[in-house]
């Protein structure tokens, strides 16, 4: 027997976005626990506005389980938030409201800020540094700094020791702006491993005083680039059948719930969906064939294939929720009828 600390992993009720909690608890287990060993457990939901004081228990729901490697015997727990009854979703829980499918392939690419004193990392006390151009997937000192690509590369590590399917990270267009991708099949897997990936990145910071900035455009209205999480996408149906017919109505269910997606796609997107730095603007939908700016870029490989493959919804940004976001696009998906 060994002793394993469980970090449970919940996502609280603030608004507009939820911001990740964590707390440990040490059990003893002959192996590396499996999800059904792992018991529910509860927290304080008045102090993560999720329950009034009188009555303030909330139950952590495991659901989901990956290895810790900067902890001896370490386990990250991945939960949903559940009533005092254990079966009831709490209404902050969004994850229990996806229509799961694991035929449904999600690929994140979620950019962010390095921050320090209020700006980004690499940013002088006055003013800005020389205008964008040589910081994406840039390298050397006067482009990404010499603590960035450290705390990137540990974070890598760490997410692919726990069984996180990063496909890749660069540096971005910004001073201080990076991305990492994250391809899972099923909607909550790759969701889940968003959330725990993020999760991973923040405690990181906190040994370098570096706070990760999410907001999708946390530089106001400059010329320095936003954040997004374009969401790439695929169904069962999408890979193997597809056809322009299919596609054209697809696209025609996409422009009706428009408002719908934006309303989930994140905070502030319209200091983001400008029409500008590669994005549409927030009333317009508008899709193309490897069109950046359009709200959904069609891979060539999509048409070529004889309109077959994934598709890339460009306008949820870099706060947004992940299982709200899947949930939304599985639901436009669904109206369509194949
Ligand atoms: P970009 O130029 O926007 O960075 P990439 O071609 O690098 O686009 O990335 C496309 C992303 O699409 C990949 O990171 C992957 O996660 C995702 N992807 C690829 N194939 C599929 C698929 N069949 N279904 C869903 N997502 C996919
Ligand atoms: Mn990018
Ligand atoms: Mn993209």
């Excluded at 002793?3 to 608004?15: C, H, I, N, S, V």
């Excluded at 228990?57 to 290895?67: E, G, Q, T």
């Excluded at 810790?68 to 829980?93: A, F, Q, Y």
């Amino acid at each position: 027997m060994a002793k394993y600390k469980l970090e449970y992993l919940w996502l609280d009720g603030y608004t507009p976005v939820p911001n990740l909690r964590g707390k440990t608890q040490i059990k003893e287990f002959a192996d590396f626990p499996t999800l059904e060993q792992l018991p529910y457990w509860g927290f304080d939901g008045s102090s993560t506005q999720q329950a009034e004081g009188k009555s303030s228990d909330c139950v952590l729901k495991p659901v989901a389980v990956y290895p810790d490697s900067t902890r001896i015997n370490g386990v990250l727990v991945m939960c949903e938030v559940m009533m005092p009854d254990k079966v009831t979703p709490h209404p902050t829980n969004f994850r229990a409201t996806i229509l799961d499918d694991p035929g449904a392939w999600f690929g994140f690419e979620q950019e962010y800020f390095f921050y320090q004193d209020g700006k980004p990392i690499g940013f002088p006390e006055f003013g800005y540094p020389a205008p964008q151009g040589p910081y994406y997937t840039g390298v050397g000192f006067s482009n990404v700094g010499s603590v960035a690509r450290q705390i990137v590369e540990e974070h890598l590590d760490i997410c692919l020791n726990a069984g996180i399917n990063h496909e890749g990270i660069n540096a971005e267009v910004a001073k201080g702006q990076w991305e990492f991708q994250i391809f899972g099949k099923g909607s909550k897997k790759c969701a889940d491993e968003m959330w725990v990936a993020r999760y991973i990145l923040q405690r990181l910071c906190e040994k370098y005083e570096i706070d990760i900035e999410y907001h999708c455009k946390p530089l106001g209205a400059t010329d320095w680039n936003g954040s997004g999480m374009h969401a790439n996408f695929s169904t069962e149906y999408l890979r193997t059948v597809g056809g322009k017919e299919y596609f054209e109505k697809l696209m025609a269910a996409f422009e009706k719930y428009k408002d719908e997606h934006i309303a989930v796609y994140g905070p502030d997107n319209h200091m983001r969906l400008t029409g500008l730095h590669e994005t549409q603007s927030i009333d317009k939908f508008s899709y193309g064939i490897a069109d950046r700016g359009a709200s959904i870029r069609v891979p060539h490989s999509f048409v070529n294939d004889g309109y077959k493959g994934y598709l890339e919804d460009r306008r949820p940004n870099s706060q947004g929720d992940p299982y709200a976001i899947a949930s939304r696009i599985l639901k436009t998906v669904a109206s369509v009828e194949v």
